[in-house]
T-cell receptor, first 113, second 111 residues
């Protein structure tokens, strides 16, 4: 199994630009999570999908952030417009029920200048 | 979910056992204890979890006290590759929308 695949691995963009992060979960997993990691705030859960439906998006910082999961094998996290404070590593993770551990991707390092 | 308290950092000599403590004094009866680790620049990696019995797998052992208010993750023979941040998490099983990571313990394995 290739594991959770995220793209791109690194993204540098200018303030105000739209940024789209992509995630392919492990085949057969029905839960998907987006996390953000910064030095100041550590790992924060942004949003959680179950069977392609957003269950809890209370961690999404503001309206500039949106996430979609059009099918079981693909999810996107979009930031529009991006700001320098969005600079962080964004992780995607997936899991299957009844298994309880989440498997994480390698992350996307986003830098907004 | 119950909050956890972990030391900020620990050192361990290569080849020795690493014992990482975690306090979770407000844990409730249906909450499991999970351990993850994050090696620099990589995504977190699942290690082990348990409810009240001690658990062991190929990576580590988990010792949970009888009152479940604390636990210890044991890496029996630490290697340099075990240098990472170790996170102790307590959560209700299947409740992924409350899978919170704290600040963790930075384990430094030294030659």
């Amino acid at each position: 199994d290739a594991g959770v695949i995220q793209s791109p691995r690194h993204e540098v963009t200018e303030m105000g630009q739209e940024v789209t992060l992509r995630c392919k979960p492990i085949s057969g997993h029905n839960s998907l999570f987006w996390y953000r990691q910064t030095m100041m705030r550590g790992l924060e859960l942004l949003i959680y999908f179950n069977n392609n439906v957003p269950i809890d998006d209370s961690g999404m910082p503001e309206d500039r952030f949106s996430a979609k999961m059009p099918n079981a094998s693909f999810s996107t996290l979009k930031i529009q417009p991006s700001e320098p404070r969005d600079s962080a590593v964004y992780f995607c993770a997936s899991s299957s029920e009844p298994a309880t551990e989440a498997f994480f991707g390698q992350g996307t390092r986003l830098t907004v200048v | 979910d119950a909050k956890t308290t972990q030391p900020t950092s620990m050192d361990c000599a290569e080849g020795r056992a690493a014992n990482l403590p975690c306090n979770h004094s407000t844990i409730s009866g249906n909450e499991y204890v999970y351990w993850y680790r994050q090696i620099h620049s990589q995504g977190p990696q699942y290690i082990i979890h348990g409810l009240k019995n001690n658990e062991t797998n190929e990576m580590a052992s988990l010792i949970i006290t009888e009152d479940r208010k604390s636990s210890t993750l044991i890496l029996p023979h630490a290697t340099l590759r075990d240098t990472a941040v170790y996170y102790c998490i307590v959560r209700v099983r299947y409740n992924f929308n409350k899978f919170y990571f704290g600040s963790g313990t930075k384990l430094n394995v030294k030659p």
